[in-house]
């Protein structure tokens, strides 16, 4: 079974950082996508990023491409999210998740494992 736990969210003030990591038991590294996606309040949840393990292909949704970076440390089983020059938009509810596939990485139908999320919230 597998198991995703996040961690790194926090308070930071606008123009900041921040690494957020998912830790993942039970899950290949070799198989299908991992996926961050959040959840402002009163939104419904969006694609943030995924990485693709059959070409390590990644992913990421227009309003975080060249600020956001997804990485993975295999050995560790552990899969990253670096955040800069995060802005109020960026505040949320960031979880990852775990696909079986190889297409419609940025669906959250296409995933069957989640984490419980961590909290993202950045000052103005």
């Known amino acids: 079974q597998v198991h995703l736990v996040e961690s790194g969210g926090g308070v930071v003030q606008a123009g900041g950082s921040l690494r957020l990591s998912c830790a993942a038991s039970g899950h290949s590294f070799s198989t299908g996508a991992i996926a961050w996606f959040r959840q402002a309040p009163g939104k419904k949840r969006e694609f943030v990023a995924a990485l693709r393990w059959s070409d390590n292909s990644t992913y990421y949704q227009d309003s975080v491409v060249d600020r956001f970076t997804i990485s993975a440390d295999n050995p560790a089983n552990t899969v990253y999210l670096q955040m800069n020059s995060l802005n109020f938009e960026d505040t949320a509810i960031y979880s990852c998740?775990?696909?079986?596939?190889?297409?419609?990485?940025?669906?959250?139908?296409?995933?069957?494992?989640w984490g419980q999320g961590t909290q993202v919230t950045v000052s103005s």
């Open positions: 998740a775990t696909s079986r596939y190889l297409d419609g990485v940025a669906f959250d139908s296409r995933y069957d494992n």
